[in-house]
């Protein structure tokens, strides 16, 4: 009987905390199907991946996107109702939804873009431009180059 | 020997082994705009780590450097989003260009000079938390991840190639970020060479005609920064220091 009425109190509870906001709200993927990993996995290890593929990174020059921190924010940055690109300052931020929930505080974002490369001008070269060149013609003989 | 530090599963040792002996570096010219001829290496692939291989360089030819230009310095800044604070003892600076004169034939010269890519870079030697480091290329950098911004890498370049950033950065580029209260300096374009590409001074030198720059793989012997130096020589600024630069210089004498 006791048992029950928990179980009831919590069935009732548990949306009704969902509801008011209490219970983090995490914005959902702007792209992909699925996440790098099993969601469940990534909502308890994602630090792990992304601390170990930074040092990987940084000192052997290892860049595979699969756990890169530039690639977490492009398919996870959201844009706001006003179209802007959500800050990480707030917790409307992928990255600081469950943070501010479950107090935790990082410091990545002091250097780290939170916006997704596609927000950013594309990288236009100054020296072409002056050149009478127009951007996409410099965009694309760069990636031409690269190629 | 797979990643013990987490389950990633990432590839064992033997299997990059054979990769690296199988892939051959690849030089790949291609004409962009008349007059203009862009050397590029080929990428490497994402899943691979850099090796000892290759050794990144720079040679500078400052006889087609020109005093009036500061295209390399306009194009890094650029690209990494280094601005003015309007404190210009203060303001982070990657490369400055460079003018010295010859006391005895006045004769002038111009050029940048930016992190020198040591192979005994002196930076790494009084780091104390190991954040100044030199990658198995000869690239230099900072682990921003582990500075703690005591300065001590700034006072040891010969250079003066490092700044201290004391400003928050507002708005920092997705490859290549930069925060308060560590030391940054040229990291050769770290992201973009990984991916095969050129450093941004050196395609903006290309690019603005002048051609003073070649940017290339110093242990490659066909390699045009090899073929040159081969041909004409190059110095290193200070070389009694004997740090092996990865930046050379024509012309400085």
Not at chain 1, 118 to 136: F, I, K, N, T, W
Not at chain 2, 41 to 70: F, H, M, Y
């Amino acid at each position: 009987m006791r048992q029950g009425l928990i179980a009831l109190l919590i069935g009732l509870l548990l949306p009704l905390a969902a509801w008011s906001g209490v219970l983090p709200q995490i914005p959902e993927a702007r792209k992909g199907e699925s996440c790098v990993r099993p969601t469940d996995e990534m909502r308890k290890n994602h630090m792990k991946y992304i601390l170990h593929q930074r040092d990987e990174t940084v000192h052997e020059g290892y860049r595979n996107p699969q756990f890169s921190l530039v690639e977490c924010i492009n398919c996870h940055a959201t844009k706001d109702e006003k179209g802007e690109w959500v800050s990480v300052k707030t917790e409307k931020h992928f990255c600081n939804s469950c943070h501010t929930y479950a107090a935790v505080k990082i410091d990545c974002f002091q250097c780290h873009a939170d916006k997704p490369e596609e927000a950013y001008e594309q990288a236009r070269h100054p020296v072409m431009l002056r050149q009478g060149l127009s951007e996409d013609t410099i965009r694309n003989t760069l990636m031409e180059a690269r190629q | 020997m797979s990643c013990k530090s987490c389950d990633c599963n990432q590839p064992a040792q033997p299997e990059r082994r054979s990769f690296l002996g199988g892939s051959v570096s690849v030089i790949a010219s291609m004409t962009i705009l008349p007059g203009l001829v862009l050397h590029e290496v080929k990428a490497k692939p994402d899943d691979q780590r850099i090796s000892d291989k290759n050794r990144w360089g720079i040679l500078i030819d400052t006889r087609k450097c020109t005093t009036e230009c500061d295209a390399c310095v306009t194009a890094c800044h650029n690209k990494h989003g280094i601005e003015t604070h309007g404190r210009p003892d203060k303001d982070p600076q990657w490369i400055r260009k460079l003018k010295v004169e010859d006391p005895l034939t006045r004769k002038v010269s111009s050029f940048p000079i930016m992190c020198q890519h040591c192979e005994h870079p002196p930076c790494a030697d009084v780091c104390p938390t190991g954040a100044s480091f030199r990658r198995e290329d000869g690239i230099v950098l900072v682990d921003r991840h582990l500075c703690i911004g005591c300065r001590y890498c700034m006072m040891a370049c010969p250079y003066k190639a490092r700044s201290f950033l004391h400003e928050e950065t507002e708005n920092p580029l997705p490859h290549t970020p930069r925060g308060k209260g560590t030391v940054e300096s040229c990291n050769m374009c770290v992201y973009t060479v990984d991916k095969g590409g050129i450093p941004a001074c050196v395609e903006a030198c290309k690019l603005e005609g002048h051609q003073a720059m070649i940017f290339g793989d110093l242990n490659d012997p066909e390699s045009e920064i090899s073929q040159a130096l081969l041909r004409e020589g190059g110095q290193q600024i200070r070389e009694d220091l004997g740090l092996n630069t990865g930046v050379r210089y024509q012309g400085i004498n």
